[in-house]
């Protein structure tokens, strides 16, 4: 399945915003989703690659894709675990 084929069942734009907004705002939005479904988190700031990823690890949800986008900021593929 491409990235392209996968629909997000929340989007949370944290663009702008700076550390650490992103990861508890992401940290927020995925309390009050269910296992499985996927969130998408659009992003400016790059201390995110760095959080994103090592809270998914810890917190046992699954970091499907991150992608630069040529619009500027990055996307974040989650899908809770």
């Known amino acids: 399945m491409s990235d392209g084929d ?3 069942d929340q989007i949370l734009d944290t663009r ?4 650490p907004m992103p990861m508890l705002k992401t940290k927020k939005a995925l309390k009050g989703m269910t296992t499985g479904q996927i969130i998408e ?3 400016t700031d790059p201390g995110s690659k760095n959080d994103i990823p090592d809270f998914c690890k810890k917190n046992g949800n699954e970091l ?3 992608k630069d986008l040529p619009e500027g900021y990055t996307r974040y593929l989650i899908k809770k675990g």
Do not use: F, R
């Open 6 to 8: 996968l629909k997000a």
């Open 16 to 19: 702008g915003l700076s550390c």
């Open 41 to 43: 988190v659009w992003g």
């Open 64 to 66: 499907m894709d991150i």
